[in-house]
């Protein structure tokens, strides 16, 4: 199994700016994707970001612009850029790992253990 290891979350005030870091064990996968779902208290687990093997990203329309996701594809490691920070972006954050074809199907892949991101109004 792949182990994924998240930091960088905490608390910041409305419009402000945090990092977020999940480094793998080891690419389990080979050709993979790297990203960043969140869950708020009472809501779905949504995607916020991947990055694929090639460099290619999507992002939540709630989130573009003011996200910036990356990698550092010897290192396995997945950064997410939070920028103009808001209330409603408060949640755990949970980075993935996965093939690029199975990246957006729940069963596959392995998950960090989450990290909690407030944002104070």
């Known amino acids: 199994q792949v182990q994924l290891v998240e930091s960088g979350g905490g608390l910041v005030q409305d419009g402000g700016s945090l990092r977020l870091s999940c480094a793998a064990s080891k690419n389990y996968f080979g050709v993979s994707s790297m990203g960043w779902y969140r869950q708020a208290p009472g809501k779905e687990r949504e995607l916020v970001a991947r990055?694929?093997?090639?460099?290619?990203?999507n992002y939540a329309d709630s989130v573009k612009g003011r996200f910036t996701i990356s990698r550092d594809m010897a290192k396995y490691t997945v950064f997410l850029q939070m920028d103009s920070l808001k209330p409603e972006d408060t949640a755990v954050y949970y980075c993935k790992i996965a093939q690029d074809r199975y990246f957006y199907q729940p069963d596959f892949g392995s998950w960090g253990q989450g990290t909690q991101v407030t944002v104070s109004s």
């Open positions: 990055i694929t093997s090639t460099g290619r990203t």
